[in-house]
């Protein structure tokens, strides 16, 4: 089957920002900050940014009034939230297929361009390499790179880009293995346009590990169309020596391509990949023990009892330290294959919704949507299983994607 694939699904927005990068000679006009934290919802009207000083305040956060930042100006579609980063205080967005920009608030009420590069080809920001990332360089990954047709691989860039000057220091590429064989439907048909999801990327020492999945379409839509966890390991940063895992126990690595990340490391450097059967529904986690380059044959914890979150595609794994971490709604103890809390039952029975959460000073701050319909935001202390309720959120909003720290 011919596989003509150059993946670039993603060049979906028009252009709404048609000016160039900021003249190098221009006096920096940035005006700080003085809020700690903010908000990123969306309503019917738009995306917005809210920001407050303390993110446990008994107030009301709204973007009614002007009293929000309206971002929507610089992204085609509210849902495009996926596809930011905030790192050290500043917001980093892909706009309009190419472009990608850092803004900043200006004085709680503005929010604006700052510097911006221009990628010779689509863009869309996809994994943020967090454990290689410095205070000056911020490592990611697009969204979908190209399909080689000579070598049959997916090769996928890795960028550095240096966050002061909004210029690549370096870029990898690593070249994932694409399938040697015809997927075929449950109708024993091949899909249309088998192509590669990469849904994490993590440096683990000398060692890169990429989990992916595989989507195409049976002529009703696109689908996770494998039922295997697949990770590809090389040495790094060289990039030599790869070989393909494969297990069958789980099913796909969880996720899709955009920030959020379904994969952690543990206290121990332990590697654990969330995965999901296709239909029915399911989840569990796998584990790649640290030092070693295999999936441990001895180890599957196994999920489908539980209601994680309802999306895996825009939710975020959380480590939470002391050999915890956050599977929303869920804390889990990975190592012991325990649920220790679920975070609905301490806030009253209210539903996550955020796309990525916060840790700070080893507690984590979520959003929860409770059943009278408002939305608060949730502090859970793992040292002592407790939550706290903080600022409720105007109840127009339809989705929070991040909660944000900002200086």
């Keep these: 089957m011919k596989r003509n694939r150059i993946l670039t699904y993603c060049a979906l927005g028009a252009v709404l920002l048609a000016s160039c990068k900021d003249s190098p000679n221009e006096p920096d006009t940035t005006e700080k900050i003085s809020t700690e934290y903010s908000v990123w919802v969306t309503s019917a009207a738009g995306s917005y940014i809210l920001t407050t000083d303390d993110l446990m305040k008994d107030t009301l956060l709204t973007p009614a009034g002007n009293k929000g930042?309206?971002?929507?100006?610089y992204l085609p579609a509210a849902w495009y939230g996926v596809?930011?980063?905030?790192?050290?205080?500043?917001?980093y967005v892909s706009n309009d297929g190419t472009r990608f920009s850092q803004?900043?608030?200006?004085?709680?009420?503005?929010?604006?361009e700052t510097n911006n590069y221009a990628f010779s080809s689509a863009f869309y920001l996809g994994k943020v390499l967090s454990e290689i990332t410095s205070k000056d360089e911020l490592v990611m990954t697009k969204t979908a790179g190209t399909y080689n047709e000579t070598k049959n691989v997916l090769e996928q860039p890795i960028y550095f880009m240096d966050v002061n000057t909004m210029k690549l220091n370096n870029t990898l590429t690593v070249d994932i293995p694409f399938l040697d064989y015809t997927p075929l439907t449950p109708d024993n048909t091949p899909y249309i346009a088998p192509y590669m999801v990469p849904t994490s990327f993590t440096v683990r020492g000398d060692k890169l590990f990429v989990g992916h999945k595989y989507r195409g379409s049976d002529g009703t839509g696109n689908k996770d169309i494998l039922d295997s966890t697949l990770v590809y390991v090389c040495d790094y940063p060289s990039m030599a020596n790869g070989k393909l895992l494969k297990d069958p126990r789980g099913g796909v690595v969880a996720g899709h391509w955009e920030v959020n990340n379904t994969t952690f490391l543990d206290d121990n450097n332990d590697l654990y990949f969330l995965t999901k059967k296709i239909g029915p529904e399911t989840y569990g986690l796998?584990?790649?023990?640290?030092g070693e380059t295999e999936i441990d044959k001895d180890y599957f914890f196994d999920l489908k009892d539980y209601n994680i979150f309802k999306n895996t595609s825009s939710s975020t794994i959380q480590k939470l330290g002391n050999g915890k971490a956050y599977i929303s709604p869920f804390v889990v103890d990975p190592a012991n294959k325990k649920v220790t809390a679920d975070l609905r039952i301490l806030t009253g029975g209210a539903e996550p919704k955020t796309t990525m959460n916060l840790m700070e000073n080893g507690k984590l701050y979520d959003v929860f949507k409770t059943d009278a319909s408002k939305w608060y935001i949730y502090e859970y202390d793992p040292a002592t299983n407790a939550v706290r309720r903080g600022a409720e959120i105007d109840g127009g909003i339809t989705h929070v994607y991040h909660v944000n720290k900002l200086k």
């Design 286 to 290: 796998v584990r790649i023990k640290a």
């Design 83 to 91: 596809y930011a980063y905030n790192y050290q205080g500043k917001f």
């Design 103 to 112: 803004l900043e608030i200006q004085d709680n009420a503005t929010m604006k």
């Design 69 to 73: 930042i309206d971002i929507s100006g």
